[in-house]
């Protein structure tokens, strides 16, 4: 390397070091997805520095996090008569936390509430409820997390409803299923939540559902932690047509960070580490006679070396760049997926670690104004036109 271009490269990354750190302190910092609540409900206090998973307020704060959607979320074994009410109890677990640190951070359930908690320098505390299931085929418990502050409602999880197919069935069932997409009483769940100000969130659901609620929505659409199919082919993640649909409906689409959506070498990876300590994969699985215990052992013995099959962050930021010269920069965010997935690209081990997508946006020339956009506005955007 030449002593001219040397000197050049350590002044870019100094000049880069502490451009991109002031950018994204003075930048509003929307996150659309964190199921943090899940270690809260086992009883850690997040209102304090904690040493195990991605986040905590403590945390959130250092990564510049302005805006902070909660996930609350249950499996679909909790089913009727339970979902509802483990909606709620997740929710006043929220409230706990957000007393507990209310030097920090806030709850809000308005427009105006989130703005007031930016001036007030804290962190905006939102809810979104993942899973039409927690519902529970009633509009009137839908009313009722409305009204305890639900700002979003996935349609749907990896589960349909009575009323909203998935995308994991969707693909995985396909024409078995009895119904795809979205049945009248689903069209009328989308219109409630128009009325209501809840945003409808489009991550996880099928296609078909995906197409219903767009033609159904009058207001512009979240889809809240899900990335570029065109990049990474996971069903969960957008195709282009998706892309363009819900940029013509002035929505916004918020990347997953999960290194499985991210990178589609990523379970190729792993399975390769996996073949490669069959002997200890083989003998967990002898000593462990539930196959979740088996799994969970393996993967906590062999995560150092996962570590190494994720995907660089270039290749997160890809999936953002990807979306931005596609439609546009106005259209694409950030939805973590923090402490809901076992593994995050390189560069991004936990929510501090946020300020590394500016510096990443900022070194492909990105403007100000759109990393912006990216951070926080686009969402802030879609927020304004839904909640009351
Ligand atoms: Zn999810």
Excluded at 189 to 205: A, E, K, W, Y
Excluded at 244 to 261: E, H, L, Q, W
Excluded at 277 to 301: C, H, P, T
Excluded at 317 to 337: M, N, P, R, T
Aim: hydrophobic share 40%; with cysteine; glycine share 6%.
């Amino acid at each position: 390397m030449n002593r001219l271009f040397f000197i050049t490269l350590l002044f870019c990354s100094i000049v880069f070091s502490s451009d991109h750190k002031k950018l994204h302190t003075a930048a509003i910092v929307v996150d659309t997805h964190n199921d943090v609540l899940l270690r809260a409900m086992k009883g850690e206090d997040l209102s304090v520095r904690t040493t195990e998973g991605h986040s905590d307020v403590v945390r959130l704060n250092e990564g510049g996090v302005d805006v902070q959607i909660f996930s609350v979320w249950c499996g679909s074994e909790f089913g009727n008569g339970r979902a509802f009410n483990r909606a709620i109890e997740m929710i006043d677990t929220l409230h706990a936390i957000v007393r507990r640190a209310n030097d920090k951070i806030v709850l809000t359930s308005t427009y105006m509430d989130v703005n007031r908690a930016l001036k007030q320098k804290k962190i905006a505390a939102l809810i979104g409820v993942e899973g039409g299931h927690m519902i529970e085929d009633s509009l009137f418990y839908l009313d009722s997390l409305a009204k305890r502050g639900m700002n979003y409602l996935t349609l749907t999880w990896n589960n349909s409803t009575t009323w909203a197919t998935s995308a994991a069935d969707e693909t995985e069932k396909g024409d078995s299923l009895a119904f795809k997409g979205l049945t009248e009483f689903g069209k009328n769940v989308v219109r409630r939540l128009n009325d209501l100000g809840v945003m409808v969130d489009l991550s996880h659901t099928g296609e078909k559902t995906f197409w219903d609620a767009l033609a159904v929505t009058k207001k512009p659409v979240l889809v809240s932690h899900s990335s570029v199919y065109s990049i990474c082919p996971s069903r969960r993640n957008l195709k282009d047509d998706q892309i363009k649909a819900v940029a013509k409906n002035n929505g916004v689409i918020c990347i997953n960070f999960y290194s499985g959506f991210i990178d589609s070498n990523y379970h190729r990876r792993v399975s390769e580490i996996r073949k490669n300590y069959s002997g200890l994969v083989d003998s967990m699985k002898q000593a462990n006679a539930d196959y979740w215990k088996a799994e969970l052992s393996i993967d906590s013995a062999l995560a150092p070396h996962y570590l190494e099959a994720r995907p660089t962050l270039s290749l997160l930021v890809d999936h953002i760049d990807y979306i931005a010269k596609l439609v546009g920069a106005d259209f694409v965010g950030i939805g973590s997926d923090f402490d809901g997935v076992e593994s995050l690209p390189k560069e991004m081990d936990d929510v501090t670690f946020l300020p590394n997508i500016t510096r990443e946006l900022l070194m492909r020339g990105y403007t100000e104004k759109d990393i912006r956009k990216i951070l926080g506005s686009n969402v802030m955007r879609v927020m304004k036109a839904n909640m009351q």
